[in-house]
């Protein structure tokens, strides 16, 4: 078969074609996404999530030393967001044969990448750990038909009386924004 050109496309649909890209998305500063090791067997899977070094400190996040570890049930078509810390670290996994939308927005003044918004799937047949550090909104859609758990460890312990929970509506970015992209 021979290609075809551009004037061989009908010219009501030409201009609604655009060209995928395939580039890496750019990262909010900071941001980082550690690869795990998942070891697959017969009768299922065992996934490491983290070594401690001394002092608890993670191996592969200096720096990082786990204070609190928890975890978290999302029900399908639930959105949890906006939330932000303002002295708290996150460090988020989801399981690989679950799967959950994740919403990151830079709100740092001094921030490279200020006001830059990123999107990406925790789970979904991967394995990863996804750091979150203080100052990025963050929250997450489970786009999928069964609860997704979500397992998050912090730097710093919760305390109930003086909570460093702030938050932004939901649908600050809009509504469409926690709607899984087909493609």
């Known amino acids: 078969m021979a290609n075809i ?3 061989e496309i009908d010219t009501q649909l ?21 690869n795990l090791n998942l070891i697959s067997s017969e009768d ?14 993670l191996k592969k996040i200096p720096g990082f030393k786990i204070q609190q570890i928890s975890y978290s049930q999302i ?5 949890k967001a906006w939330h932000i810390h303002r ?3 996150d460090l988020w996994f989801v399981p690989p044969d679950n799967k959950l939308l994740i919403g990151l ?9 200020k006001n830059f918004i990123m999107r990406l799937i925790l789970g979904n047949h991967n394995s990863n750990l ?4 203080r100052g990025v909104a963050h929250g997450c859609s489970n ?6 758990p979500l397992i998050y460890m912090t730097n710093l312990l919760f305390n109930k009386a003086k909570p460093d929970e702030h938050r932004l509506s939901w649908d600050h970015l809009g509504k469409d924004f926690w709607v899984a992209k087909k493609g």
């Not at 030409?14 to 550690?34: A, H, N, W």
């Not at 786009?143 to 997704?148: A, G, L, Y």
């Open 5 to 7: 050109t551009v004037e």
């Open 14 to 34: 030409i201009k609604d074609i655009k060209i995928e890209d395939y580039s890496q998305p750019k990262t909010i500063d900071g941001v980082r996404l550690f």
């Open 44 to 57: 299922g899977y065992f996934l490491e999530l983290a070594r401690l070094g001394k002092n608890s400190f």
């Open 75 to 79: 029900d399908p078509g639930v959105i």
């Open 87 to 89: 002295t708290q670290d």
């Open 105 to 113: 927005y830079d709100l740092r003044k001094k921030s490279p990448t």
């Open 130 to 133: 996804l750091l979150i550090p």
């Open 143 to 148: 786009i999928s038909t069964r609860p997704s």
